[in-house]
Each structure stands twice: as C-alpha cells, then as structure tokens.
C-alpha cells in the first residue's frame, strides 16, 4: 500500500495510526501541501477533492477520505477493532470520532484558512484566532461527551475517538491552545501516545518531516 | 423516537430520510437555530456539541452527530442498507458522502457563517461567496467519483452518498449556486425525490417549516 500524505496532516495522521494498529505496512508518498502538490492534475487523477490522504492499494484501487480509509481497513483487518460490535457503543464513538472530523478539523484545514487570508482580509493573527475558537469549543464538546473513568476516550482499548482526538490534539498544541481545561483529554493522549501504533504516526517521525 | 432537529438543517435532512427510508416513525422536536435554541442549556445537555440533529430513543438514549445516527440506523433496520456490503464498495460511497459531510457542509453551517460576519467582518455578499465557492469545488469532485451511467450516485438504490448529496444540493437551490456543471448530480436529485422517503424529507414538508 502506499499513502499519499503530509507529515503535518491530522487527517493523515489518522491513517497512520489506524495502518499501525492493524499491522499493515506502507509507503509514504509525500505530497507537499505547502507547495501545492495536492492541487496538480496528476495528484487530481487519484483524489478529485485534492486532499490527502489517499491510499493506493497494491492492485493500484485508489481510496479516499480518511474515515472512509478507516472503515475499509477495519474490514480489511478486524483486529483490534475501530468500533465497537454493540451499534449503540458504535454510535456514541462515532459521535464523539465526527465532532473532531466534522465540527472542529474541516473549519481549520488549510484550504479554509488560506482563503480566509486571501479572498475575506483576514490577517495571521485573526486565522489563529479562528482556528483556536473551533478548537475549544469542539473539544469542550468531545470531553463532555466521554464516560467517566476509562483509559482511552471509550474503554481500555484504543477506537476510532482516540485516533481522532490524538490528531486534533497535535494540532491543538501547534497552535498553541489553552489546554487548562483539557486535563481528561490529555491523560488520554499522553496513554495513547506511548502506544507503539500512536507514537510511530506522530508527525515528526514521518520521512518528509524536516 | 424524537428527532431533535431544524427544517432548514442538512443534517437534520440526512437522517429523515434514513429514518424513513427504514420505514422508522418519529416526531419530530424543532430547534430553532435562528433564535439559536441549540445553545440552550436544556439542549446543550442533549447534544454538547450544540448542533442539530439529535435522536432521542424511546428508553432516553441520546444519539448525535448526523453520520453516526444513520450509523445505528443502519444497524437497528438493516433493509434497505445504506452502505454496500463489500468493503471496498462501502469505502467509495463513503468517501463520496463524506466528501459532502466534512469538506463542503461544516465550512457553510450557520455558526461557521455567523462567526465570519460578527469577528471577521465578512459581509454578506462576502459569505454567500464563501458557500458557493465550497460548494461548487465540493460537488464538482463528489461528481468525479460517481461511476458511470448508474441511477442514483452509486447503483440502483439509494445509499448514503444520494442521502447527502440531496441534503446538500438543497443548500445549493438555496444560495443560487450555478448548477450547470452539474446535470448528473441534478439528473440522479430529480430520481430520488421522487422516492416517498426523499420527498417526506424534505425541508418544506417538515412541522416547524414556515
């Protein structure tokens, strides 16, 4: 298989944790963001929405969005499981997996902010502003929505929230968050981020990291 | 089941139509975002994300986040599915139906709109600019991913791409986006509006419409 991503993409982050935990091996394609890459006609062939990450099957099958990629590989390789069996337990994980990659990381992508920049006269100071915001509001939200003394976000095993969250929270700590009120989460993300699976996708242990 | 929900809501619209295309009765419990009820404290306990819709289950169990809630449906009522049971077939609906529910909905809800004009100083020509320009990208690639010469987006029944791109091409009507590069996605709304459960869902057809 081969991954189509950026070091710093929470989405692709996701991904990366997921491939981990299954015990699938890839390869990192990088596509630079910064420069564009994503928007070129070839990249454009593989993913119409011009987003990473895309992962490339080795029969050359082309697969995008990452939750999507996720629900494939939880098919693909059923252990450790993403969800949970019972559609109630399913549903409430879910929700809590979608606040992050619905309501808080589609506002703060990249594209947003650059056209918030270029087309609405928005200045650096203010797109940080506006990213933060998303970010404490949703991650108010994401932390009101767990069960009381687990581990990991649902239980003693990592899900699909905790893959969720552990991307959001990278970027939470780039920009430079007030985490004060976070202290259940980052208990959580400092459990998962020891796990072999979590630690190997961080970021800054990519190959087109600087 | 109660339907916590807004008639003019995507969201809201996505999982009439998964309730009755499961032939699930429910009533429904308007929200109304103008006067922004979803951030009433009695709401905020239902759904912390302040968000519509939320489903309430008989026995009290509180369901949010739209793709989630069809999740459990889909799993409560397995006919009709609303995802195929092949896992590479389920990843390609997927990826189609997310490509509308994470890069085009979240960036065009209403909280999203209002901040830009409150804290940006976006006006609202400015804003009805933003919509349109996400929306036309978006459904220019969700457009690309269809196979070809199929019915509706992916085969001969609805699934849960048609459920979202019909959700959203409401907006699309709404915002006066210029459809003209879109006569497939028109050709496959035209189809499934026709079906009882589209039209029964339909925002006009709902008790809090005006």
């Known amino acids: 298989m081969k991954l189509h991503s950026y070091w710093r993409s929470t989405t692709s982050y996701r991904v990366r944790i997921a491939l981990n935990l299954k015990g699938l091996t890839y390869e990192t394609v990088p596509v630079d963001l910064l420069s564009g890459?994503?928007?070129?006609?070839?990249?454009?062939?593989?993913?119409?929405?011009?987003?990473?990450?895309?992962?490339?099957?080795a029969d050359g099958t082309v697969?995008?969005?990452?939750?999507?990629?996720?629900?494939?590989?939880?098919?693909?390789?059923?252990?450790?499981?993403?969800?949970?069996?019972?559609?109630?337990d399913r549903a409430h994980?879910?929700?809590a997996a979608h606040l992050v990659a619905l309501d808080i990381h589609?506002?703060?992508?990249?594209?947003?902010?650059?056209?918030?920049?270029?087309?609405?006269?928005?200045?650096?100071?203010?797109?940080?502003?506006?990213?933060?915001?998303?970010?404490?509001?949703?991650?108010?939200?994401?932390?009101?929505?767990?069960?009381?003394n687990t581990r990991y976000c649902f239980g003693d095993a990592?899900?699909?929230?905790?893959?969720?969250?552990v991307a959001q929270l990278y970027n939470a700590h780039r920009w430079g968050l007030d985490l004060a009120p976070f202290a259940r989460?980052?208990?959580?993300?400092?459990d998962l981020l020891i796990l072999p699976a979590f630690d190997a996708a961080r970021p800054e242990n990519q190959p087109d990291a600087p």
């Not at 989460?185 to 400092?190: A, D, M, N």
């Open 106 to 148: 589609p506002v703060n992508n990249l594209r947003i902010i650059n056209r918030l920049k270029t087309e609405h006269g928005v200045d650096n100071e203010a797109a940080k502003a506006w990213m933060l915001h998303w970010m404490a509001e949703g991650l108010a939200a994401f932390q009101q929505m767990l069960p009381a």
């Open 158 to 165: 990592p899900m699909l929230a905790d893959i969720c969250l």
């Open 185 to 190: 989460l980052l208990e959580i993300e400092r």
């Open 93 to 95: 994980v879910q929700a």
């Open 37 to 57: 890459a994503q928007r070129s006609p070839a990249y454009r062939a593989l993913n119409p929405g011009a987003g990473v990450p895309t992962l490339e099957l």
């Open 63 to 88: 697969l995008t969005q990452s939750l999507a990629i996720l629900d494939y590989l939880d098919h693909l390789v059923p252990e450790p499981p993403l969800l949970p069996a019972d559609p109630l």
